[in-house]
């Protein structure tokens, strides 16, 4: 059974501080990796998709790194800002299946 | 290009009762899921349709149910309310390359806020 960990739960950085979120799977044998934040009571937003043969994605300040063989990936996020505070939320999908199994996610808090 | 909707927004209901929750996924994607967002189990997958077939389900009781209509617009239902069926009800929409396939992005909608008393 899929499990997926991140570390840490909570997070608390001054604003323009680089910071990097993990999150570990214990099956790696997935299709693809993807990143999501969560703002209070609201929906996911996606932010980056890894497939299982890439290493890494980037989107503006944003990179993840996906490492399948040590079944670990970071979220890596430069010069943070408040806007950035949310819940971050990695998730696995194994072979032809939809089904995503998420971690309980990092709660990332940036302040001015 | 409009995003996932979902409704309604919020909901209240009593044990026992039934309810339907509607999704509209991007236009042209094709597969739906859902899934269930307690602050105490996190999200758990309910189940997946593609082209009106449910082809994965997770494991929850027979009284979760749902279904994709010919438009893609999917619906789920839970009958015999139980307290512990208050959550945020997600759902996320993708477009696979293929009918197999499932590397494409999901993209969730806002979700369905439900309390039941």
């Known amino acids: 059974k899929q499990e997926v960990t991140q570390i840490p739960a909570a997070l608390s950085v001054p604003e323009g501080e680089n910071l990097v979120l993990n999150c570990s799977f214990t099956?790696?044998?997935?299709?693809?990796l993807q990143w999501f934040r969560q703002d209070p009571g609201k929906g996911l937003t996606s932010l980056l998709l890894?497939?299982?043969?890439?290493r890494e994605q980037t989107s503006g300040r944003l990179n993840a790194s996906l490492d399948k063989s040590s079944g670990r990936s970071t979220l890596y996020i430069a010069a943070s800002q408040p806007g950035d505070s949310a819940t971050y939320l990695c998730?696995?999908?194994?072979?032809?299946?939809?089904?995503?199994?998420f971690g309980k996610g990092t709660l990332l808090t940036v302040n001015p | 290009k409009a995003g996932v909707t979902q409704t309604p927004r919020y909901l209240i209901k009593t044990r026992g009762q039934q309810v339907t929750l509607s999704c509209s996924p991007i236009?042209?994607?094709?597969?739906v899921s859902w899934y269930q967002q307690t602050p105490g189990q996190g999200l758990q997958f309910l189940f997946e349709?593609?082209?009106?077939?449910?082809?994965n389900k997770g494991n929850f009781p027979g009284r979760f149910s749902g279904r994709q209509f010919s438009n893609s617009r999917s619906e789920m239902n839970v009958s015999t309310l139980e307290l512990g069926d208050s959550a945020l009800y997600l759902c996320?929409?993708?477009?696979?390359?293929?009918?197999?396939?499932?590397?494409?992005?999901?993209?969730f909608g806002p979700g369905t806020r439900l309390l039941v008393l």
């Open positions: 236009s042209g994607h094709r597969s």
């Open positions: 349709y593609f082209s009106e077939t449910q082809r």
């Open positions: 099956d790696s044998a997935i299709y693809n």
């Open positions: 890894i497939q299982s043969s890439q």
């Open positions: 996320a929409s993708s477009n696979p390359r293929t009918s197999g396939g499932s590397g494409e992005t999901q993209y």
């Open positions: 998730a696995v999908i194994r072979g032809s299946n939809y089904k995503l199994t």
